[in-house]
């Protein structure tokens, strides 16, 4: 069992920067991704970024550029570097992590955080 804990999300203005955080516990082994989804109103869930246990990054087209994930795997966290913001990333950011083990990926979801950018 993992569990996530997500912190720093807010509401800014247009242009301005947000740090989000997500420190897991409980069983985790080092075969694992941790990343960031976001769900705004009346929309799926989208995958915002994702970083490998070795540092290997995806990011959605729609924040290349502007926002940067990073980890630190020694606290199991992971960050998510949001710069640039648009009105259009407000959203809910979810925190989550895939554990592979035995052929089989176990997932876990942190709580959301709430992400607002207006002016």
């Known amino acids: 069992q993992v569990q996530l804990v997500e912190a720093g999300g807010g509401l800014v203005q247009p242009g301005e920067s947000l740090r989000l955080s997500c420190a897991a516990s409980?069983?985790?082994?080092?075969?694992?991704?941790m990343g960031w989804y976001r769900q705004a109103p009346g929309k799926e869930r989208e995958l915002v970024a994702d970083?490998?246990?070795?540092?290997?990054?995806t990011y959605a087209d729609s924040v290349k550029g502007r926002f940067t994930i990073s980890r630190d795997n020694a606290k199991n966290t992971v960050y998510l570097q949001m710069n640039s913001l648009k009105p259009e990333d407000t959203a809910v950011y979810y925190c989550?992590?895939?554990?592979?083990?035995?052929?089989?990926?176990?997932?876990?979801w942190g709580q959301g955080t709430q992400v607002t950018v207006s002016s």
């Open positions: 989550n992590i895939k554990q592979f083990a035995g052929g089989r990926t176990y997932a876990s």
């Open positions: 409980g069983t985790i082994s080092s075969f694992n991704v």
């Open positions: 970083i490998t246990y070795g540092g290997s990054t």
